[in-house]
């Protein structure tokens, strides 16, 4: 066993480069400051300069998210693999489907002992009908138990996730380890005022499975009876198949049901413009937006689903409501324009709840000292 005083090179694998920054910045920050040397491997570029600020070195991985070719796929192990051997980590940390798979398979071939994975949710794989779906998904369980055997420790952002992995037998209870989502920086995202008028925020990658037409549709329903209730979505579109395009959403925007926002780098600006956040998902890991959201101090209405309902006490913070309808969210959105006052009060619940359960400082001690850093 390593000594917690020992520096250690540490490397980070994700499927989303973005999210070294928005997601692990503060992970990686801690790791730095704690002495280690930080690697982190990324599909897109441009965003080296943000990632050298937090004190790490970035290299490119050539990762395709939505990719199902097999070949590809190989070749990427072989890739990572020889990235993993000419960096020499001593421990290797993998969040998202690819890089938790790949990314254990490629670090054991690469001798490597510390092995580190992150479920931050199951994803489309695990939600799509369908033949094709049906089949990937079996292959992803088989190939999920191929990468997690190799891992030391398996964090889970939800315990319905560390359940479904457990009963699969793709993990076991020794190894899995929950914690609450990524966590939230509470001295960057912190309570401002609600604005005095109802404005309603959905920030999402514009995908169905986020519930993004679900919202725009109850968004139309309550527009027409409280025409001065605003509703916006801000987040980009996205090259996974469950992906919507800007035709989907065109009609709810050319109606002034919705305000498109665009995509952003910060999203503190649009979050104190807003009364009341919205995320309609049919399953996440722990959501990151509703948890900035709420450090915001801002009620939430959001899904009883695996990983947002862990966000929302129905009732104290905000409500939950069914996934994939229309209806009960917009029933709820309705209630909210209708009761200021309460909505006020569960605009400080969340940020009581927020600071009590996912300060991102404890969630990265939890992680550090698991992987004994």
């Known amino acids: 066993m390593l000594r917690v005083s020992d520096a250690m090179k540490i490397l980070i694998i994700a499927g989303y480069t973005p999210s070294l920054v928005n997601f692990r910045g503060d992970l990686i920050k801690e790791m730095v400051k704690r002495g280690h040397e930080v690697v982190a491997l990324g599909p897109e570029t441009g965003y080296e300069e943000d990632i050298n600020k937090l004190g790490a070195k970035f290299l490119q991985l050539p990762l395709e998210r939505a990719s199902t070719n097999l070949l590809k796929d190989i070749l990427l192990v072989k890739r990572m693999t020889s990235i993993i051997k000419d960096e020499k980590p001593d421990v290797v940390f993998a969040y998202t489907i690819k890089p938790v798979i790949y990314g254990s398979i490629a670090a054991r071939l690469s001798g490597v002992k510390s092995i580190f994975s992150m479920i931050t949710g199951l994803g489309y794989v695990f939600l799509a009908s369908g033949a094709k779906a049906f089949l990937i998904r079996r292959l992803c369980k088989a190939l999920y138990f191929l990468g997690l055997r190799n891992c030391v420790k398996v964090f889970f952002q939800n315990p319905d996730d560390m359940r479904e992995f457990m009963n699969l037998g793709i993990t076991n209870h020794h190894k899995s380890i929950l914690i609450h989502g990524s966590g939230v920086n509470l001295n960057q995202f912190e309570p401002v005022p609600l604005p005095d008028k109802p404005v309603f925020l959905m920030i999402a990658r514009i995908l169905k499975d986020k519930g993004v037409i679900e919202y725009l549709t109850a968004a139309q329903k309550v527009k027409k009876i409280y025409p001065e209730a605003r509703f916006q ?125 996912y300060d991102v400082r404890k969630i990265n001690e939890t992680i550090l000292s698991a992987m004994n850093l």
């Open 233 to 357: 979505l801000l987040g980009p579109f996205d090259i996974n198949p469950n992906s919507l395009s800007y035709e989907d959403i065109k009609p709810y925007i050319e109606d002034g049901s919705v305000e498109y926002l665009g995509e952003t780098k910060d999203v503190r600006p649009f979050i104190s413009g807003c009364a009341v956040y919205v995320l309609p998902s049919y399953r996440e890991g722990t959501p990151r937006t509703v948890l900035e959201a709420m450090a915001m101090g801002r009620s939430v209405i959001t899904t009883d689903v695996p990983g947002c309902r862990e966000t929302v006490v129905n009732g104290l913070n905000g409500f939950l409501v069914p996934a994939r309808e229309v209806n009960p969210l917009a029933e709820k959105m309705t209630w909210m324009i209708n009761n200021r006052a309460d909505v006020l009060r569960m605009a400080r619940e969340s940020n009581r709840i927020c600071r009590e359960k």
